[in-house]
């Protein structure tokens, strides 16, 4: 990747066709559908940011003064402009690892371009994983409880059922997820678009009120805001971040939707609906102080209360629907890069290979999503405690980026950092800002994501030790493979395949049917399954195969991070490459470790149970590769660990 001048970049957001490469015939189409998946989240900020962001500076029951919404909006708005559309829009967009965006491919890319997996960088990518699982637990509490607040201001009588709607609503959400969403998600652009038409038409009529707003756009009251507010200006920063919550999921999607139509999304359509809509609730607090009670939902006339409660749910519903199937996403890449043991994976489309379920993921975030919705009980409570975990991830991605820019554009260090600095320094400050609300429930993310982070080291570290250990016990694939062919013991006609994790040692399942079946099959493959370090591996890339003798030969088999792991599929490629077989004639031998603490672990005690706790619940192979179960023979083995 040697382009990213100025010129460059320029021209490619004034032709966003020009990104891709080509003019696609649907590039309105993923317009449209980037504007309901990759923006829905960031389009439900107007629900509670204004508010937050104000009553954080003025506190509760105080009228704002117009300097202090002024400061607030020109935050907002610079915000918007800096960490969103410069720092996301114009720069990151071009980090792409073969096309797909997102913290662990921003791993991998790095780890790729250092030519090795360097400790550091893949601590980032786990730190960046467990981060996300903190932001998608708390995404589709605030989003869809923020909306259903809405029918308090149509009558009170509603306030004591806030709870329990929100709650029935996340519940049926999560409920659908096993039947997929591919009929639905058609209409998620159109609704999502129609939301930014709505934000954009309540904004204009305010803002006509009170033209005095668009001074925002002027970067000095923001500023003069900060320096004469102190403490309270840092900790208004904290609220103000709410804004751009969401930016990285520009970046996660691109593979899906492509740098063009998400540019195109964004500054034609999210961007101008957003700043106009902030800019009216600003406009609107100023004529009446008393809205800023619920500055979004106010701005609209009173019989277009319910259809807005209406649309807000519907767009709440989407934007949480796009986080929880990113949290499978980034469940399956994290699996597939060493980082966490296998799951189920469920795929709800035929003809969509994107769309997968998680059974343990969707129960894992819908327990953590509904005890967050009866914990905190109302939109302001839990804005506290949203946003640390997307600093964080921001922090990580600015980082990983140097990187990359470093070692994949080619830029030297100096012109990396003069780049990259800017950001970081502006991610670690609202980071610092957001910190201060650890106590207001901040703590939530953080305990979710430090726990998701230690279970990744945990994995990572112990198939190391594992690894490690059993390969001191194995025997060299190619000297076992000449004994046999000297001494052979019983033969029997077929094909045998023994899954293994490395080629260069003997899998456990061929030793044991050795030694306790002693028979041999007349064709005997190692199959090993090797992952890349990017999302797609070509067919033609796919198999490698090694004889190692008459009888005896190496399959290899790689996939990309993003690749659905599908055995019998690979295999029918290997006929191509010479390996004749009929897989419904042939044997596959998988080896089951069952796992116990050693007197003396690398590892400590604490960390060898929680290790052998993720492998006990780790998927079964079979199922994971797609291998057909009547082939499959499971032969176990102990291991201390």
Not at 219 to 237: A, Q
Not at 420 to 442: C, H, I, R, Y
Request: charge should be neutral.
């Amino acid at each position: 990747m040697t382009i990213n001048t100025a010129d460059q970049i320029a021209a490619e957001i004034a032709d966003p066709h020009a990104l891709d490469g080509s003019r696609q015939t649907g590039f309105w189409r993923l317009t449209l559908g980037a504007i309901g998946v990759v923006y829905g989240d960031i389009g439900t900020s107007p629900l509670y940011a204004v508010k937050e962001s104000v009553l954080a500076a003025v506190g509760s029951g105080n009228p704002a003064t117009t300097e202090v919404v002024l400061g607030i909006l020109s935050l907002i708005v610079w915000a918007l402009l800096l960490v969103v559309t410069l720092k996301y829009i114009v720069i990151l967009l071009r980090a792409d690892n073969n096309g797909e965006g997102g913290t662990l491919a921003l791993m991998a890319l790095a780890n790729k371009a250092i030519g090795g997996r360097a400790p550091i960088i893949m601590l980032l990518g786990i730190i960046s994983g467990g981060l996300f699982f903190g932001d998608a637990i708390i995404t589709p509490s605030l989003s869809v409880l923020s909306a259903i607040e809405g029918i308090k201001i149509i009558t009170p009588t509603f306030e004591p059922y806030v709870v329990p709607i929100t709650a029935a609503i996340l519940l049926g959400l999560f409920s659908v997820q096993s039947r997929g969403t591919a009929r639905v998600a058609a209409f998620f652009g159109p609704i999502t678009l129609v939301w930014f038409v709505a934000l954009a038409l309540a904004g204009l009529w305010h803002i006509s009120d009170n033209p005095a707003v668009l001074l925002a756009f002027n970067p000095l009251h923001g500023l003069r805001f900060l320096l004469e507010h102190g403490m309270i200006g840092f900790l208004t920063l904290g609220a103000v971040f709410l804004v751009v919550t969401g930016s990285e999921a520009l970046y996660a999607d691109l593979g899906h939707f492509g740098r063009g139509p998400i540019r195109t999304a964004w500054l034609f359509v999210a961007l101008p609906a957003l700043v106009i809509n902030y800019l009216g609730q600003g406009a609107l607090i100023l004529a009446n102080p008393a809205a800023i009670e619920n500055p979004f939902f106010l701005l609209y006339p009173q019989w277009a209360l319910i259809p807005m409660v209406i649309l807000a749910t519907a767009a709440t519903v989407i934007a949480s629907q796009a986080v929880i199937t990113g949290a499978y996403s980034l469940t399956q890449q994290a699996i597939q890069l060493g980082l966490l043991p296998r799951l189920e994976i469920r795929h709800t489309s035929e003809a969509l290979v994107g769309q997968i379920y998680m059974p343990r993921v969707n129960g894992f975030l819908l327990v953590g999503v509904l005890l967050l919705v009866f914990m905190f009980r109302s939109s302001n409570a839990l804005a506290s405690a949203y946003g640390i975990a997307v600093t964080g991830t921001m922090v990580v991605t600015a980082m990983l980026a140097f990187v990359v820019i470093w070692k994949v554009w080619k830029w030297s260090p100096i012109a990396s950092g003069v780049l990259v600095a800017p950001f970081l320094l502006l991610d670690l400050t609202f980071l610092s800002a957001n910190l201060l609300k650890v106590m207001e429930g901040g703590w939530m993310p953080l305990m979710l994501g430090a726990a998701m982070v230690m279970a990744m080291y945990t994995w990572r570290r112990g198939t190391a030790v594992l690894a490690a250990k059993t390969a001191r016990l194995q025997v060299p694939l190619a000297n076992l493979a000449g004994m046999l062919e000297r001494s052979p013991p019983h033969r029997v006609s077929g094909t045998a395949v023994f899954l293994t994790g490395n080629p260069d040692h003997a899998p456990t399942a061929l030793l044991h049917n050795l030694k306790h079946n002693k028979v041999l099959h007349d064709r005997n493959a190692v199959l090993t399954i090797e992952y890349a370090d990017t999302p797609h591996v070509p067919p033609h890339e796919r198999v490698r195969i090694e004889p190692l003798s008459d009888s005896f030969f190496c399959v290899k088999l790689r996939f990309g991070f993003m690749d659905v792991p599908n055995i019998p599929e690979a295999l029918a490629l290997a006929r191509k490459a010479g390996w004749q077989f009929e897989i419904m004639s042939t044997s596959f031998y998988v080896s089951r470790r069952s796992l116990r603490v050693a007197a003396r672990s690398e590892m400590p005690r604490w960390q060898d149970r929680l290790f052998i706790a993720l492998a006990s619940g780790a998927s079964d192979a079979t199922d994971y590769f797609r291998i057909p179960t009547g082939r499959v023979v499971e032969i176990g083995a102990q291991v201390a660990i």
